[in-house]
């Protein structure tokens, strides 16, 4: 018994006018989605809890079965993982972004958090950061690795750190460069503070003066001049799937952050060609690689990206078109597995994320699975709305994994 679990980043919504009163959902086109949701069983399910809106690492971890009021720890040691950074047990990790500052006397003013988005220098410009050496903390070491565009990920390694300390990063242009301060009143919070600021202050020193800034420059390109620090984690203290529960477990998925949780939790990683995680993605190619990789694991796991990108931009024709490739990608899936004899599949949303609002918000997520033994309900198409009928209830995002490991046979009975 094997099975698939899919999750269509923030494609649950909320009724919308321009889709005559609809959700995407109610209004995409989705053959396969419905088919899945009239063989077997649908819910509804709070990723967090009811009213608490999930980002994205959250929602992931608990859906892998880990609580996140538990066991989050921070961004940025997934983001570390999911672009191939080794982290060990205690590092800091913290994202990145090249950025054009401008120095005044309030401080360093934020012209552009992305420095023009592109940014080819990036390798190069890291290098040349990695060779400064820290000076309030002889002990510690960092690592800094530029990923894609304007970002990167800077990795501190030593003894005594602490992920508990504020981005440097205002999150708003015009704004000056924030002082990295410590979020509770430990020793090692003070310290990473201290070395954050050291590193924000030391690389604007370098970059500013950097000969490929001065070319950026000439070409009337923004410099990359500052490095902007943000979402500071260390990797969770977990008991990873494969170990909890006696499993192989991979991932298909394209961005860092997905890949990074999964790697967080034991999976391995794996990217489809032409995965994207745009709108331009090659959602078939996800299936195939997901079919590919399934005879020697017991869980894959397919992240599919798009639909929540098209909700942040508030578009919800190009989300109901975004939930049709991910319906055509559940098609291709389909018809490569036996749902009757030896597959399951699962599918949800991390959150939702309505089109009219632009961001993730609180309410439940769609949720339907099929396969062998699968009790059947009444639902017949999958969405917000009908889902909420099904048989499954409304779940929180922590209770999927058991369930699918139930019915894998890799669970105990409880008592005897
Ligand atoms: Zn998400
Ligand atoms: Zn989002």
């Not at 971890?61 to 672009?83: C, K, M, N, Q």
């Not at 020793?187 to 950097?210: G, M, R, Y």
């Amino acid at each position: 018994m094997k099975a698939l679990l899919i999750v269509s980043d923030g494609m649950g919504d909320r009724p919308n006018k321009k889709l005559g009163g609809k959700t995407p959902l109610q209004a995409a086109k989705t053959p396969n989605l419905d088919y899945v949701a009239k063989i077997g069983c649908c819910g509804i399910m709070d990723t967090i809890a009811p009213g608490i809106p999930p980002g994205s690492d959250t929602a992931h971890l608990a859906i892998f079965g880990y609580d996140p009021h538990e066991y989050y720890t921070g961004r940025g040691a997934f983001e570390a993982l999911g672009v191939g950074i080794h982290v060990n047990p205690g590092d800091v990790a913290l994202r990145v972004n090249f950025a054009t500052l401008q120095e005044e006397e309030k401080g360093l003013r934020i012209v552009d958090r992305r420095a023009g988005r592109k940014v080819p220098e990036g390798d190069k410009l890291a290098e040349k950061l990695n060779e400064y050496s820290l000076k309030t903390a002889k002990d510690v070491e960092f690592t800094l690795k530029h990923s894609v565009e304007h970002r990167g990920v800077l990795v501190l390694s030593g003894p005594g750190l602490s992920y508990k300390v504020s981005d440097t990063d205002s999150h708003e242009i015009q704004e000056t460069v924030q002082e990295s301060k410590p979020l509770d009143g430990s020793k090692e919070a003070l310290k990473t503070a201290k070395i954050v600021n050291e590193l924000s202050t030391a690389f604007h020193k370098i970059l500013k003066n950097d000969p490929l800034n001065q070319e950026r420059i000439n070409r009337g390109e923004p410099p990359a001049n500052g490095v902007l620090m943000r979402g500071a984690g260390i990797l969770p203290k977990v008991i990873p799937l494969n170990e909890k529960y006696g499993i192989s477990c991979s991932c298909v998925a394209a961005a860092a952050l997905y890949r990074g949780v999964a790697a967080a939790v034991g999976m391995k990683l794996y990217k489809a060609p032409g995965d994207t995680a745009t709108y331009e993605t090659n959602e078939e190619s996800i299936a195939k690689t997901a079919l590919d990789i399934l005879p020697e694991n017991d869980l894959v796991f397919i992240h599919f990206k798009p639909t929540d990108n098209a909700a942040h931009d508030g578009n919800p024709e190009l989300k109901v078109q975004m939930i049709e490739k991910l319906d055509n990608m559940v098609g291709k899936l389909i018809e490569g597995i036996d749902l009757e004899n030896e597959h399951y599949i699962v599918l949800t949303a991390d959150h939702t994320t309505p089109c009219t609002i632009r961001d993730h918000t609180g309410e439940p997520v769609p949720l339907e699975m099929a396969g062998p033994g699968v009790r059947t309900d009444q639902t017949t198409a999958f969405s917000e709305i009908d889902c909420q009928g099904g048989g499954l209830g409304r779940l929180r995002g922590k209770d999927l994994m058991p369930i699918i490991m139930d019915y894998l046979r890799k669970t105990r009975i409880f008592g005897s």
